[in-house]
């Protein structure tokens, strides 16, 4: 279940090599024919296990199990009944916005993808080419993101990965092995990027130019690692993030500093981590290795420089940042201790980042006070993979591996979830599997929990399909532990 096939890989590998550098593109007006190139035939995806390149401002790739861990979720799950040929199919599949989103932002490895409405509503050209090097081609701002899917289930069998929807069926590529996003020209250039940095509501603006000129620009060597392990080491300029800030600010050690990407992920430092300089300096760099960052990782990531060269986690480095928040609002640090076939403690910024890559907001029914209240947080299924198994974790391996175990959810285990004055419930794994309505909560309303609930608490949607037995809403929660 974890390891990417090797047979899967070798297919890839194969469908890009011999894909035709030549490729019909399929003319989509009335009573037009499309075209085939008999010259190279590429080796078709199976029907269990393909790759599909994804290519735009930056490339990816999505397999069959990405595709079928994607649909596990409501809101990334269409089912259309289409017609074509005089035969009526029904499909379930992906909504083509979230194909397109990998591409069209530029995010990086964190799964915050975000579609962008007005990219696709301005126009621009797809095309979407099958393992025999036939295409088709459409301009976005003539097709609604609504009316086409990436689909690998008809009338219930599993087929090929294909393109079908509300659309020309010249469109409905089958055996899909790369759809390209041409968007040369549709990023926001450099000189157009403006900081956003709100004090206490108050906004101030600056370009990159302004930065690079301005006495707070610094420059050095600093690396971050990956979660899986990866270590990254380059030469950074920016500005002095501290200098920076006492400039619009009085920088506290429990000040808290929130910075916000383009994608709407979120980090939050406390402001005794930013002053902290005894292995370097934190800056919002813009510049790598004497060039300016492209929007990924750049226009402006947080890193840490030095003549030591200090390394930082990965998770820490935020990168697309567009704006900067302070609002008074001091930083408290937790732990949420995770225990079962491993151990792990979750601090803040962990759990901000998994809540900014897996959002999910619900509406809690508080029965006491009859009351509707909104919770954001991260589904606790998702929690139960840092201690579901020995050997993997959340990010701590190569993407490939899905760190889930959901084999063992399904078969069931029991999971304790307790406060910190020991209140616990005990829930059932096979009732939290893949429920996207029941969450830990970190947020309420927007905020940050209030200190009955701080600093995370379980909830449920009302309206959840299913409400695991047992369940309570735990504030206060400290850990976590999963009994098999």
Known sequence: MKNRSIIQLALSIMALAFMLTACATANLETGSESTESADTISPAPTETEWTITVTGMQEKTIDSSELADSMSHESHRMEMILKSKDETHSYVGLPFRYIAAIADMSVGDHPGYKFDEDLWQSGYDITFTAADGFSATFNTADVSWDDLMLTAIRDGETVSPRIVGEINSKLWVKDLVSIDLDLAGSAVVGDEFQLKLIVNGKTDSFTLDELEASSWYA????????????????????????????????????????????????????????????????????????????????????????????????HTSVKMIEEIRIDGEGYKDFTLLMKGRKDFEVDRQTMQSGVSCHNRTVTYYDRKNDLDIIYTGIPLWRLLAYSDDHDFAPHMQDSSIISYNRDAATEGYEVVISAADGFAITLDSSQLDNNDDVIIAMYRDGEELPEKDFPLVIVWDKDSKIVPEGIKAVRNIASIELFF
Not at 231 to 245: E, Q, S, V
């Open 219 to 314: 420059e050095g060597r600093g690396s971050f690692t990956t979660s899986a392990g990866t270590t990254y080491t380059n030469d950074y300029g920016g500005i002095c993030l501290a200098d920076f800030l006492r400039s619009f600010m009085k920088l506290e050690k429990d000040s808290m500093v929130t910075f916000v990407a383009t994608d709407e992920y979120e980090m939050s430092y406390s402001g005794e981590q930013i002053l902290d300089e005894s292995d370097g300096i934190w800056i919002l760099a813009f510049k790598m290795d004497g060039e300016d960052m492209p929007l990924d990782p750049g226009y402006i990531r947080t890193v840490k420089i030095g003549p030591e060269v200090p390394n930082i986690t990965g």
